[in-house]
């Protein structure tokens, strides 16, 4: 089967570094999808990779290890905006591939 | 102006009733997507369509139907909405054959309510 596992709820401070991880099992492999999504509103992307190592984005950072299925979402410097549920995609292979969503993890940044 | 627009953003309406969401899009993007959001269930697919003659399935396509009027329109209907269609309705699109990768970008949403 297909499957991507996420940590459903992770508390930070405001200032530090938070690690999201993803591990995923799936049919085939065409790229790993980070989206933030605020409460009530849309997700909106934040990053892919598709090939392993590090991608940095400003605050963000995400990186990816095809062999182990596994991915994580750095947010450095964190701020009370980054408040939010973090969702991993996976893209699956073949011309008609879709993306394969996990649930979401919600991250509280406090004071 | 936004680049995925849905309406309407808000609906409340009764068990029974058939229902009409839309979706605009000006990225030019041929793939367009309907999803539907529930806590806890994530995001899961409804209907899918890689061009205006191309028309599929998601996960969970039952009591919905889908139009794909232009490139630009992707409607979805509820036939006769029952309580459980209550949820948070997302329209996304892509273009991997322009852009290389599946990137999604989503419509505001519209939430729904079947009473």
């Known amino acids: 089967g297909q499957n991507i596992d996420q940590p459903t709820e992770m508390t930070a401070t405001e200032g530090a570094i938070v690690q999201i991880n993803c591990t995923y099992q799936t049919s085939g492999f065409n790229g790993l999808f980070w989206y933030q999504q605020h409460a009530g509103e849309a997700p909106t992307f934040l990053s892919y990779?598709?090939l392993d190592g590090l991608e940095e984005k400003g605050r963000f950072s995400s990186f990816l290890s095809r062999s182990k299925g596994y991915s994580y979402l750095l947010l450095k410097e964190l701020q009370m905006k980054d408040s939010a549920s973090y969702l991993c995609a996976v893209s699956n292979a073949g011309n008609n591939r879709k993306l394969i969503w996990g649930l979401g993890t919600s991250l509280a940044v406090n004071p | 102006d936004a680049d995925v627009t849905q309406t309407p953003r808000n609906r409340i309406t009764k068990t029974g009733k058939r229902i009409m969401l839309e979706c605009s899009q000006t990225?030019?993007?041929?793939?367009m997507y309907w999803y539907r959001q529930d806590p806890g269930l994530g995001l899961r697919l409804i209907y899918y369509s890689f061009d205006v003659k191309d028309i599929n399935k998601g996960e969970i396509s039952d009591g919905y139907s889908v139009s794909r009027q232009a490139q630009a329109k992707f409607s979805l209907s509820l036939e006769s909405a029952i309580p459980n269609q209550t949820a948070l309705y997302f329209c996304a699109t892509s273009a991997p054959e322009t852009s290389g990768t599946d990137t999604q970008y989503f419509g505001p949403g519209t939430r729904l309510t079947v009473l």
């Open positions: 990779n598709v």
């Open positions: 990225k030019g993007h041929d793939r």
